[in-house]
Structure formats: structure tokens, C-alpha cells
């Protein structure tokens, strides 16, 4: 029996410890709570329990730095439960929760920002859980957390550089740190640039006592300081020249082409006489370079004397003539055409003849008239077809020149030349009896053949 009693207790102790153990695992923290909070700005926080510990009654108990302040009638609970109070004035509450077993959000409350300072402000709240259900069980947990109070304004010193790119400045009341770029000023030449060398430019933060400074770098000038241009090199008649100047800075070298001045030629003189048929050639030189400008000339063609006879041209026959350049002595032999047949009147067709050939002798005495003449005299074939009926004259193929010229009486053959005298009218005259003794004999034969028809049919 004393046994049984003894175990009996040790298991109690032992499930009071347990619970006791299980208990003390609660923990608190506070959400919403801000890192920062301005003066005159307000933020509620929460409670949260974990740990899941399980209390008949939750007693709380706030307090706030100085500096901060607890909003009145901003406190209550989370939970249901029992008689829920908080007196604003003694900072503490109490509750008999509903449910037992104690998770998440428990308590609000809300805080404003009094006074800023540079030192963080705490707020901490206190929880004491009791368990009837447990005797003697009571757990105290504590949660403490700092907030900073800032000012509305700040109160700024002065500016103070950072690095290279930024500076700060700090609040005298809450310590609180600006960072901004530096505002550079215009810039400061402090080495000017030449057109050898690039320059520097020092630029100076204008923000209070700041001070930063940098420096940029000014690229190199095309201002160069050029001296006079000096020929390097003469122009030619044909080539450029070219003149130079160079920096005195720098040394930069500039050029320019000078233009070619062109030949300088004399006046132009025959260097080739041009001959009959040869031709000539001048020439002129330039007087600086000695280049030679050429150009040919053209032959003087022949001057021809008189021509002379050499066979005098007849009715039948064509003459020939010579003629001799007066200036080289080339001799050229031409053609003297055929004359015109001379008419019968006695006298007149002697003078007429002989007018003709003189005439023909002075035109044939010019090249171009002589050419013509003689294409235009050439014999021609006609046929002089005679009238049936007609005895005298029988139909006879004869040769008749006919010319060009109007002294010439062509085509008028009429047989008797009478009293003319000369080789043209002995040539006429026997032309004349062989037309005659053709014609006869063509006659006689026709009248034969007809006298034959006559006798057949007869028969
Ligand atoms: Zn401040
Ligand atoms: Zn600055
Ligand atoms: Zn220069
Ligand atoms: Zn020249
Ligand atoms: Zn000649």
C-alpha cells in the first residue's frame, strides 16, 4: 500500500513536470513593429504567442521608453475569454481565454513617436500564464524590441564627402544619414589644352564644405600656329607643284598642290616645206621645257604651163597632148577629144571646123573640163534607121560621134561634102561610098529575091 502511494506521487510529479516543461516553451514576439517611427506617427503592433502553451489566465504588462508613447484605449485582446481589461494608467491587462491551448495573436496596441533621438527607444511587454488545472503553474515571458523616433524634420549638418561620387549629410537631432551625388560646378580650367597637348579641367562639389573635386581631361585644339607657305616643290609645264607650312606648336604639317603653268610656246615656224604633192610641216617650241608642238601642212598641188600638141585630134580620132608643172617639171599626158563632124556648106563648115577644135583645143587646156569632155565624147553606137520609101539613103549601121559642143553639128550626114578639103573631108568622102555601094548591093539584092517570089508564084 505504501508502495503503490509512492508511485502514485512520482507519476503526479512526474505529469506535473511535463506539463510544467511543455509550458515553459511559450514564446512572444511583435509584428508590425516599424524599425522607425516619426514624431507624430502612430503604428499598431500585435502580440503573438508560440509555443502553443495552455493557460486558464493571461495577465500582460506593457511599457514604453521614454520618448515613445502608448495611445490610450488603443490596447485589447485577440481572444475570447473571460473578464478582458486594460488599465491604460497601470499599463496591464488580464483575460480567462476560451480556448485553453494559446497560438498566434493574442494582444494589440498602438504606439506614436514622441520625441526623436539618436538612441532606439524600447518597448517591451511582459506575459504571466497561470493553468488551474496545474497547481502552482505560472510562466513569465518577456519580449523587448526597439524602435527609433525620428524627426519630422530633420535638423541636417553640413555636407561631408562619402567617395567619388556621392556625399552625406547627418541629422543633429536623429542622427539620421541623406546620401546624394555631388553637385559639380562649372569646372575650372586648371591646364588649357594646346593643339600638342590635351588640358584638365578641375570641377569642385558645390555642396557646403563637401569639397570633392575631379578632374576631366579638355581634348587637343585644332588651332595650330602656322607659319608662311614655302614652295617645296616648283611647278612644271606639265606638273603640279607644292607649297608647305608646319606648326610652330605642334609641328603639323600642311601642304597644297600648286597648279601646272602650262607650255610657254614661240610662234610656229615651218620646219618641212610642203612640195606638188608632199607635204609640209611646222612646228614651235616652249621656251622653258623645249617640248615640241608639230602640225602638218598641206601640198601645193602642181602649177601646169600650157599644153603643147602632141597629135592633133581629128573627126575619127582622139589627139594627145602634154602639159609640165612649172614648178617640179612633172609632165602629164592627156587626151585631146574627137572633133565634130564638119557640115557640108563649103566655106563655112572649114571655118566652123576649126573654130570647133580650137575651142576644144582651149577647154581641153583645164584638167576638169578636159575630164569631162572626154567622157562625154566618147563614141556612142546609133542606129540611123532609114524611111522605106526613101531610095537614096538605105538603112545602114553607122558610127556618128556626137559632142557636147554647141559648134558641133552631129547627125547631119547628108553625103555630099563638096569643096572641103583636109583629112577629115577625104575620111568623109569615103565613108560616103561605102554607105553607097552597101545600100546598092542591099537594094539589088532585094529586088532579086522579090523578082524570085514573082516567078514561083507564077509557076
Ligand atoms: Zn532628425
Ligand atoms: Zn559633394
Ligand atoms: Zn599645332
Ligand atoms: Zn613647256
Ligand atoms: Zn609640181
Not at 515553459?24 to 508560440?50: K, M, N, Q, V, Y
Not at 600656329?225 to 609645264?237: S, V, Y
Not at 542591099?442 to 514573082?454: A, G, Q, T
Amino acid at each position: 500500500m505504501k508502495k503503490l502511494f509512492v508511485l502514485l506521487s512520482c507519476l503526479i510529479l512526474l505529469f506535473g513536470l511535463a506539463t510544467f516543461t511543455s509550458a515553459s516553451s511559450a514564446t512572444l514576439s511583435l509584428e508590425e513593429l516599424p524599425t522607425e517611427l516619426r514624431e507624430g506617427e502612430s503604428a499598431e503592433i500585435f502580440l503573438s504567442i508560440g509555443g502553443s502553451p495552455k493557460a486558464s489566465s493571461i495577465y500582460v504588462e506593457l511599457s514604453v521608453e521614454e520618448g515613445l508613447e502608448y495611445v490610450p484605449d488603443s490596447a485589447g485582446w485577440e481572444i475570447v475569454g473571460g473578464l478582458p481589461d486594460f488599465n491604460d494608467e497601470k499599463m496591464h491587462g488580464t483575460i480567462m481565454p476560451n480556448e485553453k491551448t494559446l497560438s498566434g495573436r493574442i494582444f494589440h496596441f498602438t504606439v506614436k513617436g514622441k520625441i526623436a533621438s539618436a538612441t532606439a527607444r524600447n518597448i517591451t511587454l511582459t506575459i504571466t500564464l497561470h493553468n488551474s488545472a496545474v497547481a502552482g503553474y505560472e510562466e513569465i515571458v518577456t519580449v523587448t524590441k526597439a524602435v527609433k523616433v525620428v524627426c519630422a524634420t530633420h535638423s541636417y549638418g553640413d555636407y561631408a564627402k562619402k567617395d567619388n561620387s556621392s556625399h552625406t549629410r547627418t541629422c543633429t537631432v536623429c542622427g539620421s544619414v541623406e546620401t546624394t551625388s555631388h553637385s559639380w560646378d562649372g569646372g575650372r580650367v586648371t591646364k588649357a589644352a594646346s593643339c600638342k597637348e590635351a588640358g584638365e579641367k578641375l570641377y569642385t562639389c558645390t555642396a557646403g564644405s563637401c569639397g570633392a573635386t575631379k578632374t576631366e581631361t579638355v581634348p587637343k585644339t585644332e588651332n595650330h600656329t602656322f607659319g608662311n607657305w614655302t614652295r617645296a616643290k616648283d611647278p612644271t609645264c606639265t606638273a603640279k607643284g607644292q607649297d608647305t607650312r608646319s606648326c610652330s606648336v605642334c609641328g603639323k604639317v600642311e601642304t597644297k598642290d600648286v597648279a601646272a603653268t602650262g607650255h610657254s610656246y614661240g610662234d610656229w615656224s615651218v620646219t618641212k616645206e610642203p612640195t606638188c604633192e608632199g607635204k609640209g610641216e611646222q612646228s614651235r617650241t616652249c621656251s622653258t621645257c623645249g617640248a615640241k608642238d608639230t602640225k602638218t601642212m598641206a601640198a601645193k598641188g602642181h602649177s601646169y604651163g600650157a599644153p603643147v600638141v602632141v597629135t592633133p585630134a581629128t573627126e575619127t580620132a582622139l589627139g594627145k597632148q602634154t602639159k609640165t608643172c612649172t614648178v617640179c617639171g612633172k609632165t602629164v599626158e592627156e587626151e585631146i577629144p574627137m572633133l565634130a563632124p564638119s557640115t557640108t556648106e563649103p566655106v563655112e563648115s572649114e571655118t566652123a571646123q576649126e573654130t570647133s577644135q580650137e575651142t576644144s583645143q582651149e577647154t581641153s587646156s583645164h584638167e576638169t573640163s578636159q575630164e569631162t569632155s572626154q567622157e562625154t565624147s566618147s563614141p556612142t553606137e546609133s542606129q540611123v534607121t532609114a524611111t522605106p520609101g526613101e531610095g537614096t539613103s538605105a538603112p545602114a549601121e553607122s558610127q556618128a560621134p556626137t559632142g557636147t559642143e554647141p559648134s558641133g553639128n552631129a547627125g547631119e550626114s547628108s553625103g555630099n561634102g563638096g569643096g572641103s578639103r583636109g583629112p577629115g573631108s577625104v575620111w568623109l568622102w569615103v565613108l560616103l561610098v561605102v554607105v553607097c555601094l552597101g545600100g546598092g548591093g542591099f537594094l539589088l539584092f532585094f529586088l532579086l529575091k522579090k523578082k524570085k517570089k514573082k516567078d514561083g508564084a507564077a509557076k
